[in-house]
């Protein structure tokens, strides 16, 4: 078996997935059925998701677990409050598509997440962060080409530091406009070090267009 989608399960039914040893697709299962499962076992697993079906997600949690072992993981996709953010090591090293959402995250996930080294795509839903602030350090998120914050109600700033996500094609950020302005604060490059400025500037104006937010952009020289 290649692909499983586990739909309307309880919670608490035991699933044993870990004898799937050519299971490349796993959709549906929730973080406490994978965490009584052997990953280390599931070698050719590349697409995840892990989704928490309690009603009352602020009673459901997520708890602690690590991805690492399954290292042709490339796609993640959680759903549900978590305890906390795995640390970076506790991630696959060949994550390319990260989606969270619901996670309900205190503590700005951004200095985890920026050094995953070849994440392509971050997508972090409703609720997935309930802080008002983001930093990217300098040169975080190398090969990052995507960055989605869609619906983080308390956001009312992003700061991206020096030569973070030098590869960015897509910033989208949606959230409720009765929360005012977002702004976005960008290093920029110093001009000798071959980055054009206004470059960088034209990326990041034409990517903040969006009908639900105003942004103010502050380029930092």
Wanted: hydrophobic share 40%.
């Amino acid at each position: 078996m290649r692909y499983l989608y586990i739909e309307g399960q309880k919670e608490d039914v035991p699933l044993q997935i870990d004898t799937l040893q050519d299971l490349q697709i796993l959709l549906g299962i929730t973080s406490n059925q994978w965490i009584k499962n052997d990953s280390s076992n599931l070698t050719c697993l590349e697409i995840l998701k892990l989704e928490e079906r309690c009603e009352a997600s602020d009673e459901s949690n997520i708890p602690p677990f690590a991805i690492n072992s399954c290292l042709h993981l490339s796609k993640l996709d959680i759903k549900g409050h978590m305890q906390k953010l795995p640390e970076t090591v506790e991630f696959s090293p060949n994550l390319t598509q990260l989606t969270l959402e619901a996670s309900r995250l205190g503590c700005d996930p951004m200095p985890i997440l920026e050094k995953l080294p070849k994440l392509l795509t971050l997508r972090l839903r409703a609720k997935s962060y309930l802080g008002k602030k983001m930093h990217v350090s300098a040169n975080g998120f190398p090969q990052l080409k995507v960055l989605q914050l869609l619906e983080l109600q308390g956001l009312t700033k992003l700061n991206i530091g020096q030569g973070a996500m030098p590869w960015l094609m897509q910033l989208q950020i949606h959230v409720y406009l009765i929360l005012g302005i977002v702004q976005v604060e960008v290093a920029m490059a110093p001009s000798d070090s071959g980055f054009d400025p206004r470059q960088r500037r034209h990326l990041i104006r034409a990517q903040l267009v969006s009908q639900l937010i105003r942004v103010q952009l502050v380029l930092l020289d």
